[in-house]
């Protein structure tokens, strides 16, 4: 099969995990016969240095021409990047929300697995982790807190700054309706996630999720609020298997889920609008600090190029190849340094890279 994947390396880390994602893609061309040619795009703050803004009409045309987008990170130090003296709507972050909106990604999946390789590398408590978990946040990415309408002003000498949160039952419903459609791939469950006990938006999205609900009988739906599942995923992560959620509440809720697998450095992502069309990027930031030394750890990113292969390409045995590969290297004792622990082989970026790649037979 041919197949266009537009490439944005992006900031930070992002040039190096992406770079190992295509040598890996590359691997699984060769040994099964695909062509998959790249078309190398800016965003993010390498996009603010060449064309002052983060994100070009071009980049989000040629991202449209594409079959799929495969993504590394964008951002850089908040605190000392120029960057971030930029107005608001020029940062890096901005290009990354104007993107997910130009494309109409509205569904963003981040799953969550605590490998049992890395289950020393896991931060909870023995007797909580020797249960595993596998579960995907839904998190509804064009809508919500992040995309409402917002401003600061300053009335006689009082400074007032406001962001909206607000979701039409359209958005609520297609969302909903994305996580029972994977539910029923996986256990069954979904769990949503709002704060209905106080926020107008989350009680119509738990009208809107429990109508949708009604379509999916073989799905159990249970509701819980936004507090309580923050608490719950470190006392007992087995019990999800689904979650569906808002867009900043999905935010936080995956870095918390990310963390408990060892790494963020492990959470892939997919990004999608209604059709096969996705994004595909590492849950995780930028990384400045590490960045340029071949230190980070590209499994986010190979991972997230494996969902690009079954959600995009439809290519089952080609993303199969791509996550076993992972496992086998991580059964082989390999770890970058954020999942390094006693007793394994510490290896860089190129090498991660590089071993995955060739346990693709
Ligand atoms: C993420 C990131 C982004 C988000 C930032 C960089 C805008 O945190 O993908 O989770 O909040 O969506
Ligand atoms: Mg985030």
């Given at each position: ?10 900031d ?15 691997k699984v ?88 390789q ?55 419903r ?8 994977v ?44 507090d ?34 060892g ?74 340094g ?24």
């Open positions: 099969m041919n197949k266009k994947i537009a490439v944005i390396k992006g930070g880390i992002g040039p190096e995990i992406v770079g190992e994602a295509m040598k890996v893609l590359d061309a060769q040994v099964y016969g695909h062509n998959f040619e790249y078309d190398q795009l800016l965003m993010g703050g390498c996009s603010i240095d060449a064309y002052g803004v983060p994100l070009t009409d071009e980049t989000v045309s040629r991202c449209k021409a594409a079959d799929a987008v495969l993504m590394g990170s964008i951002g850089g130090d908040t605190t000392t990047s120029p960057w971030y003296k930029l107005p608001a709507n020029l940062r890096p972050e901005a290009g990354l929300l104007g993107i997910r909106k130009a494309l109409g990604l509205f569904a963003n999946l981040r799953p969550s697995r605590l490998y049992p890395l289950a020393g590398a896991c931060p909870l408590k023995e007797e909580i982790s020797s249960r595993g978990f596998d579960m995907l946040i839904m998190r509804e990415l064009t809508g919500g807190l992040y995309f409402g309408e917002r401003k600061t002003v300053e009335e006689n000498g009082v400074t007032t700054a406001v962001d909206t949160l607000t979701y039409t039952d359209g958005e609520i297609r969302i909903a309706v994305k996580a029972f459609e539910a029923m791939k996986r256990r069954k469950k979904v769990t949503s996630v709002d704060k209905a006990n106080v926020l107008d938006s989350s009680r119509l999205w738990r009208k809107i999720v429990t109508e949708v609900a009604a379509d999916y009988p073989e799905v159990t739906l249970e509701h819980m609020l936004v309580n599942s923050a608490m719950q995923l470190v006392k007992d992560p087995a019990q999800f298997d689904v979650m569906v959620t808002e867009n900043m509440f999905g935010d936080i809720l995956s870095d918390e889920a990310s963390m408990i697998t790494s963020i450095g492990m959470l892939p992502s997919a990004s999608m609008n209604e059709t096969k069309f996705g994004l595909y990027e590492p849950s995780g930031g930028s990384a400045p600090d590490i960045a340029g030394q071949n230190k980070a750890n590209p499994i986010a990113t190979i991972l997230s190029a494996a969902m690009m292969l079954r959600f995009s390409f439809d290519m089952q045995a080609e993303a199969d190849a791509v996550e076993n590969a992972v496992e086998n290297v991580l059964d082989n004792g390999f770890r970058t954020d999942i390094m622990s006693d007793g394994m082989k510490c290896v860089s970026c190129s090498q991660m890279g590089d071993l995955i790649s060739a346990a693709i037979k």
